[in-house]
């Protein structure tokens, strides 16, 4: 049985962010963003943050384990600067607000039916046990102590409905008011009179950036003792999170959206291609694996991600890659004219149109994901739709389709900076197979980034490979959804700081989150003078 009857409490309102859209084309390729130190100022304050979708499912399952409950799909939430976590985009609409309320009744009615894995009592106790159990749930689901003020309106709450409708109905409602509440659907962090954040918030800090989900029982043990109110603390257990296989999660979250791996999902082939559903899933499997193990287990650093000749092939993949297909995923060496990431099949072929490949897209990937060079939108009434050859011309490659599409005095403006970019790649096609001609005709995958004239994609991933731009572009990715894409992700200090040592540890991304979680203008704990 339901109870869909909503139980008191308010919601409190997401922060509010105007966005602006821009038009035309406003990038440049030079340094993404300054690390001059100069005044550092006070150390930035969080803004109220509502969970991402990602990180509400990973609180659920923590505070939930073994709930096999369909949670609804969750609007989608706009994604600025590439990451679903920016706080000024995380408003609650409407329908989201509805689509909690959906997930909170379902958990709760779930939780209801197998109460004695969840209760710290006998329900037989009645109110004491409602109360035990708030005690021991409602801490963990809000990721901190509760006020008197809180405790009090939960408890009014079970006994209300205790008295009206016994503990099974009171249990479900009170659960579902806690997973409906603000302190658990938001971060809330308070300041104290000496400007730093307390223990409990230090903790979420932790573990929503190397985790995504919530702090774990020795992290909570961790901010009772007061542990994280020093920097060794704090270096204590972010060594000790970074060890868990959770730091894999929160790795990934970040991978996943820095690198668009979600793209693959929405790309369309010709049916000769055999782009199923088999394939699309080992596609995306490569890629994961491949980060999972060369990128993050490994150690790997960036020049790894860029350069490496090792990657994860399967029965599905080989015949693309040119290589004998392995019984089962195999960790293989690619053929010679293949390193890195942008070179396997996983990013080529989500970003190839149905019929040919994009250097629009894999050029703008580059310069969005990896130099930091913001584009705007085309301008309105810009004829988008694929180059194609012209019959009166003859056999055109793919580049040269290209070039005459966006030749205009509107389009070059942008495609001047692209092309040039993307025409790396022309020697792969749609899918990320090598070939050795386009329609008949040579291959030109000359490029040039900036005024540097490099040789195919071998050429552009050793010079992205060497740049100091790519490694501040990526602390400035890592910044910005560390710090949910806030104007504390500009904080010359910090920025100044991670870059340092990111450099100094020869790009390891691994060391790049410890870095970010060690500083104290992150987790606002500074070392005593």
Same mark, same amino acid.
């Given at each position: 049985m339901r109870h869909d009857r909503t139980p008191t409490g308010r919601w409190a309102a997401a922060t509010a962010g105007a966005l602006i859209a821009l038009g035309g084309c406003w990038g440049s390729i030079g340094?993404?963003?300054s690390?001059?130190?100069?005044?550092?100022?006070?150390?930035p304050v969080p803004p109220i943050k509502r969970l991402s979708h990602v990180e509400y499912v990973n609180t659920v399952r923590a505070l939930l384990p073994d709930i096999d409950v369909a949670l609804p799909e969750l609007a989608l939430d706009p994604t600025p600067h590439g990451f679903d976590n920016d706080a000024d985009a995380l408003r609650a609409s409407p329908l989201l607000v509805d689509q909690y309320s959906v997930a909170a009744n379902r958990l709760a009615e779930r939780v209801r039916e197998r109460q004695g894995?969840?209760?710290?009592?006998?329900?037989?106790?009645?109110?004491?046990?409602?109360?035990? +159990?708030? @005690?021991? +749930?409602?801490?963990?689901?809000?990721?901190?102590?509760?006020?008197?003020e809180e405790r009090a309106e939960l408890v009014a709450t079970f006994d209300a409905y205790l008295a009206q409708d016994g503990f099974d109905v009171a249990l479900e409602l009170t659960l579902q008011q806690i997973l409906q509440a603000p302190? +658990?659907?938001?971060?809330?962090?308070t300041v104290g009179p000496d400007g730093r954040p307390g223990p409990y918030d230090v903790a979420s800090r932790l573990s929503y950036l190397l985790w995504s989900t919530m702090p774990d029982d020795a992290l909570f043990a961790a901010a009772a003792d007061n542990r994280l109110g020093t920097p060794a603390g704090i270096e204590a257990e972010v060594d000790r999170m970074l060890a868990d296989p959770r730091a894999l999660d929160g790795f990934m979250n970040f991978a996943q959206q820095w690198l668009g791996l979600a793209r693959l999902d929405r790309v369309s082939k010709l049916p000769e291609d055999g782009l199923d559903d088999t394939l699309r899933a080992a596609l995306a499997e490569e890629a994961r694996r491949f980060l999972t193990d060369i990128v993050f287990a490994s150690g790997g650093t960036l020049d790894d991600l860029l350069t490496s000749r090792e990657a994860w092939v399967s029965p599905e993949t080989a015949a693309f890659y040119g290589l004998p297909a392995p019984a089962d995923w195999q960790r293989m060496e690619l053929p010679d004219d293949r390193r890195g990431f942008l070179m396997q099949l996983q990013f080529l072929a989500a970003h190839g149109h149905p019929n040919n490949p994009s250097p629009v897209l894999r050029g703008l990937f580059v310069l969005q994901r990896l130099l930091c060079v913001e584009?705007?939108?085309?301008?309105?009434?810009? @004829? !988008?739709?694929?180059?194609?050859?012209?019959? @009166? !011309?003859?056999?055109?490659?793919?580049?040269?389709?290209? @070039?005459?599409?966006?030749?205009g005095e509107v389009c070059s403006q942008c495609h001047v900076v692209i092309n040039p970019v993307g025409f790396a790649f022309e020697h792969f096609d749609t899918m990320g197979r090598w070939r050795d001609q386009d329609n008949g005709l040579p291959i030109d995958d000359s490029a040039a980034v900036s005024g540097t004239t490099l040789d195919g994609a071998g050429g552009l991933v050793d010079f992205l490979a060497a740049s100091e731009q790519v490694d501040r572009c990526v602390t400035r990715k890592h910044m910005y959804y560390a710090l949910a894409g806030t104007e504390a992700a500009e904080d010359p200090c910090l920025t100044a700081d991670v870059a340092a040592d990111f450099a100094a540890s020869g790009g390891s991304l691994r060391e790049l989150m410890r870095s970010i979680a060690l500083h104290a203008r992150f987790n606002g704990i500074p070392e005593v003078p």
């Open positions: 340094d993404p963003g690390t001059d130190e100069g005044q550092c100022g006070a150390v894995e969840y209760l710290p009592c006998d329900a037989a106790e009645g109110a004491a046990c409602g109360h035990a +159990f708030i @005690d021991a +749930f409602a801490p963990r689901a809000y990721r901190r102590p509760l006020t008197t302190q +658990f659907l938001y971060r809330i962090e584009l705007g939108s085309p301008p309105a009434g810009v @004829d !988008m739709s694929i180059p194609e050859g012209d019959p @009166d !011309m003859g056999p055109t490659t793919n580049r040269q389709n290209y @070039d005459r599409a966006t030749s």
